[in-house]
């Protein structure tokens, strides 16, 4: 049977090997955490705690009045010590609220089995994910009740449980469907209910029988739920390739999205944190990470509590080994490169990936041979080399007439590329430049 996916996209080496069946660990308790007020798209929360102030774990930190935002929780127990700028992932200083540890690690609230959550209605069952604070948790962190609350004239119809994890290196959600296989397809079942659609989709890659079998054994009965085997090939996991090989439907160019053709899709991550939080009410303090690469001594699978640092988190996993060439949040096509390993975990964190000198060495950039391999490669069907050419030279009209919004930052341009070209640096300097530009148009109106 032939195996559903999209057109384009590339085969990069997986590397998953490195920590693929490694059981989810859970490291000591942190001594201090620092939690950034950013976290996600829309609002930044504002502090709701000052210095000297005892927190419990679980306690809202930190909130917004916003509809695109999402509350933020204390993940240990102990003082406030201060809230201030920090470095953040994003490569920013924001303001963070840091904790240090009284070690108790003592509730707010503590979780516990409430009323069956498929006898909520959908409005409860969304005002409990808000105050959860849960966010994507497949990269995009978007507010999780934001994005279950379209416009009533969107006809919602299939929601997909995005279980691809198509990134190199990276094995949390792989892991994650393995241990807690029954709590993800409940996860489901509360998004169906909340969506009051009739029909979900798992979307698994091939290259997971393990997932996929656990998963199919646990949807067995139930007639509304698909498990769908996918093939190997990045980036399967987009939202929009997702849907392609799923629902054979084409989400439009931008500013369209996926609900302008009914589907709705979460990660496996999401699914399980939305369970959690309306089953027991309990917030989302902690998430599984991956932390691999070549330049880790033990890669892991490990439960991390908002806030860790990432050199507390290497340092568990054994530390560095040899020379290390850079260290990423996420993977290695579209994770974010970090100039100090003294930043916090955030909502979005999908893994902490340190790769070796050896591993980067790809060559020096040249110019555009005209081979037309980025053409072929492009899962959005664009043309990188042109993008990457009008971007160099500042042809910002030109680039945004040949679709750069379009372009979903996959790197997939950049992997194939034999003159080593910047391609997505290029296209992010584009759209910056872009969007400043008519933002400076609308204050001069």
């Known amino acids: ?39 996600h798209i829309g609002a930044p929360c504002e502090a ?19 509809f695109v935002s999402a509350p933020i929780h204390a993940s240990i127990s102990g003082t406030v010590t201060a809230v201030q700028d920090y470095p953040h992932p994003s490569g ?12 108790k690690d003592e509730w707010f609230r503590e979780p516990k089995n409430g009323q069956d959550p498929l006898q909520l209605s959908s409005e409860e069952l969304k005002k409990k994910i808000r105050e959860a604070g849960i966010v994507g948790l497949g990269g995009a962190a978007f507010p999780t009740h934001v994005k279950l609350s379209p416009p009533k004239e969107k006809n919602i119809d299939a929601i997909i449980l995005n279980g691809v994890e198509c990134e190199p290196y990276l094995t949390a959600d792989h892991q994650l469907m393995l241990e807690k296989t029954e709590a993800i397809v409940k996860g489901l079942q509360i998004i169906l209910r909340i969506m009051g659609v009739q029909k979900g989709y798992i979307g698994i890659e091939v290259n997971k029988p393990d997932a996929l079998k656990a998963m199919k054994k646990a949807t067995k009965g139930l007639s509304n739920i698909e498990v769908v085997g996918l093939k190997v090939k990045y980036p399967q996991g987009a939202e929009k390739q997702l849907i392609k090989a799923i629902l054979g439907r084409e989400v439009p160019p931008p500013p369209g999205l996926p609900m302008d053709v009914g589907a709705v899709i979460q990660n496996v991550g999401t699914a399980y944190a939305i369970y959690e939080a309306v089953t027991f009410g309990k917030p989302l303090i902690e998430r599984i990470v991956t932390v691999t690469g070549r330049g880790i001594k033990e890669p892991k699978n490990l439960r991390l509590r908002i806030g860790t640092l990432f050199s507390e988190i290497i340092n568990y996993c054994g530390g560095i080994q040899g020379e290390a ?39 020096e950039s040249k110019h555009c041979i005209n081979c037309g391999m980025c053409v072929r490669a492009c899962p959005m069907h664009l043309i990188p080399s042109s993008l990457g050419t009008y971007c160099e030279k500042d042809l910002f009209e030109e680039a945004e007439a040949a679709h750069i919004f379009n372009c979903i930052e996959c790197g997939s341009c950049v992997f194939v590329c034999p003159a080593n070209r910047h391609l997505v640096q290029m296209v992010k300097y584009g759209k910056s430049a872009i969007l400043a530009a008519k933002k400076q148009q609308q204050q001069k109106k």
Do not use: W
């Not at 996916?5 to 942190?30: D, V």
């Not at 709701?48 to 916003?66: P, Y």
């Not at 893994?351 to 000198?357: D, M, R, W, Y």
């Open 1 to 39: 049977m032939k195996l559903k996916t999209f057109l384009g996209g590339i085969h990069p080496p997986s590397h998953k090997n490195l920590s693929a069946g490694k059981k989810i660990e859970e490291p000591p308790l942190p001594k201090t955490v620092c939690i950034p007020l950013a976290q």
């Open 48 to 66: 709701r705690v000052e210095k000297g102030q005892k927190v419990k774990k679980g306690e809202v930190i930190a909130d917004s009045q916003a």
């Open 92 to 103: 920013k200083k924001i303001k963070a609220v840091i904790i240090e540890s009284d070690e």
């Open 325 to 363: 060439g850079k260290v990423l949040m996420g993977g290695p096509m579209m994770g974010l490169a970090q100039y100090t390993a003294q930043v916090p975990i955030i909502k979005g964190t999908s893994g902490i990936l340190v790769l070796s000198k050896e591993e980067l060495a790809s060559g």
